[in-house]
Nanobody, 125 residues
Framework: QVQLVESGGGLVQAGGSLRLSCAAR????????MGWFRQAPGKEREFVVS????????YYADSVKGRFTISRDNAKNTVYLQMNSLKPEDTALYYC??????????????????WGQGTQVTVSS
């Protein structure tokens, strides 16, 4: 069992930066693949980025490549999402998610077992 708590969201102007954190409780965090997803009002939840349990492999949505960076610190049971050059279209509720390593699709929210409650990111133009 893994419990996830996101933090770091807020209101920022376009071009600004935020760093989201996802703190995990549970002994198995270091063996979980982690992902960030987001959901804007009236839209489906969409994949943002994922990182394998080793931290060696990351996948990014095309819309955030070059602007967002995921990292993890297994000693602190925390995964981070550094978001730079933010755009109004990045406005959404951001969720972190976890799952045991597998061959399942990394960008499909249905393939993740554990979810946080989300943290709101609002980017003003």
């Amino acid at each position: 069992q893994v419990q996830l708590v996101e933090s770091g969201g807020g209101l920022v102007q376009a071009g600004g930066s935020l760093r989201l954190s996802c703190a995990a409780r549970g002994r198995t965090f270091s063996t979980q693949d982690m992902g960030w997803f987001r959901q804007a009002p009236g839209k489906e939840r969409e994949f943002v980025v994922s990182i394998t349990w080793t931290g060696r492999i990351t996948y990014y949505a095309d819309s955030v490549k070059g602007r967002f960076t995921i990292s993890r610190d297994n000693a602190k049971n925390t995964v981070y999402l550094q978001m730079n050059s933010l755009k109004p279209e990045d406005t959404a509720l951001y969720y972190c998610a976890a799952r045991p390593p597998s061959g399942r699709r990394y960008n499909d929210p249905d393939e993740y077992d554990y979810w946080g409650q989300g943290t709101q990111v609002t980017v003003s133009s």
